[in-house]
């Protein structure tokens, strides 16, 4: 059997591809505002909805936060209420392994493959990234807390990190040669859940992304940043942004505003497949 290899976008495919993922947001956003749940845009969204008023023409995704609260709270409410088939709310449970280590929104009236993907039994649509945010403790709890966010990490998703350096990739490889079978692993990550969320926001005073590599994880943020919302427009839509978005994303990205060099303005996912006609289910 032929290893699956990355496929080459087209800039009108992948706008297209934009618009496609714009209805999956069009409707998560409907059924948040009539549920009640929280989401700021985070990431490439973020900025694109200052810098172009929509997609960072060669971001291919859409990523979203939500207070930790509201995202325990959406799968469920999904399951009850969402409206239309088409769309999945799907998070890695004893049912289901998706090799996400967040919640994803499923589009699926089309097929993307990706590389990392290609080899799990999961509706292979269009997604969209749905991001926890906890509160953040200080001193030895908040080391403990990224430490338990990295064993969540690795026994979740049951892969070795491949871009973490070889200290981490080692740690993981012996971590899960020993601990190899998948109810095991499912107690350890569940136990990794409970002990890195127990941190209300209301009882700290910093916020942070715990699903997320070690750079991203590692920033605190002033909980004030995340909270309420500011609409911006957004492919003619208007979309939540952190109330302090520009601290947030000073912090995370630094001089946001300013173009990447020519190398870096191209789709960060690896796709072996898509088509954006052909259901995936």
């Given at each position: 059997?032929?290893?699956?290899?990355?496929?080459?976008?087209?800039?009108?495919?992948?706008?297209?591809?934009?618009?496609?993922?714009?209805?999956?947001?069009?409707?998560?956003?409907?059924?948040?505002?009539?549920h009640?749940l929280?989401?700021?845009?985070?990431?490439?969204?973020?900025?694109?909805?200052?810098?172009?008023?929509?997609?960072?023409?060669?971001?291919?995704?859409?990523?979203?936060?939500?207070?930790?609260?509201?995202?325990?709270?959406?799968?469920?409410?999904?399951?009850?209420?969402?409206?239309?088939?088409?769309?999945?709310?799907?998070?890695?449970?004893?049912?289901?392994?998706?090799?996400n280590?967040?919640?994803?929104?499923?589009?699926?009236?089309?097929?993307?493959?990706?590389?990392?993907?290609?080899?799990?039994?999961?509706?292979?649509?269009?997604?969209?990234?749905?991001?926890?945010?906890?509160?953040?403790?200080?001193?030895?709890?908040?080391?403990?807390?990224?430490?338990?966010?990295?064993?969540?990490?690795?026994?979740?998703?049951?892969?070795?990190?491949?871009?973490?350096?070889?200290?981490?990739?080692?740690?993981?490889?012996?971590?899960?040669?020993?601990?190899?079978?998948?109810?095991?692993?499912?107690?350890?990550?569940?136990?990794?859940?409970?002990?890195?969320?127990?941190?209300?926001?209301?009882?700290?005073?910093?916020?942070?992304?715990?699903?997320?590599?070690?750079?991203?994880?590692?920033?605190?943020?002033p909980?004030?940043?995340?909270?309420?919302?500011?609409?911006?427009?957004?492919?003619?839509?208007?979309?939540p942004?952190?109330?302090?978005?520009?601290?947030?994303?000073?912090?995370?990205?630094?001089?946001?505003?300013?173009?990447p060099?020519?190398?870096?303005?191209?789709?960060?996912?690896?796709?072996?497949?898509?088509?954006?006609?052909?259901?995936?289910?």
């Open positions: 059997m032929n290893e699956p290899k990355p496929i080459a976008l087209s800039d009108e495919t992948i706008r297209r591809l934009q618009l496609k993922e714009l209805e999956t947001l069009v409707y998560f956003k409907q059924f948040c505002d009539e009640g929280t989401f700021f845009f985070c990431g490439g969204c973020c900025i694109g909805s200052l810098r172009n008023k929509g997609f960072i023409p060669w971001d291919d995704d859409i990523d979203v936060f939500m207070p930790r609260g509201d995202y325990e709270r959406l799968p469920e409410l999904w399951k009850k209420y969402s409206k239309d088939p088409r769309f999945l709310c799907l998070k890695t449970d004893d049912e289901i392994f998706t090799g280590i967040f919640t994803t929104i499923v589009d699926t009236s089309a097929t993307c493959v990706k590389l990392n993907q290609a080899d799990i039994d999961v509706p292979h649509g269009l997604v969209m990234d749905v991001f926890p945010l906890d509160g953040c403790p200080h001193g030895f709890k908040r080391k403990m807390q990224k430490l338990w966010a990295v064993v969540y990490s690795l026994f979740l998703a049951q892969v070795v990190p491949q871009k973490h350096g070889g200290v981490i990739a080692l740690g993981s490889r012996i971590l899960l040669g020993i601990f190899r079978g998948s109810g095991v692993r499912r107690k350890i990550w569940r136990m990794a859940e409970r002990h890195m969320t127990k941190y209300k926001v209301e009882d700290c005073d910093c916020i942070t992304e715990l699903c997320a590599g070690p750079k991203y994880m590692s920033i605190e943020y909980k004030d940043i995340f909270d309420g919302v500011v609409l911006k427009e957004f492919e003619g839509y208007m979309m942004l952190p109330k302090g978005y520009d601290r947030y994303l000073k912090m995370a990205f630094g001089e946001y505003m300013a173009m060099p020519e190398s870096e303005r191209a789709p960060h996912h690896d796709l072996c497949y898509l088509d954006l006609d052909k259901p995936c289910i």
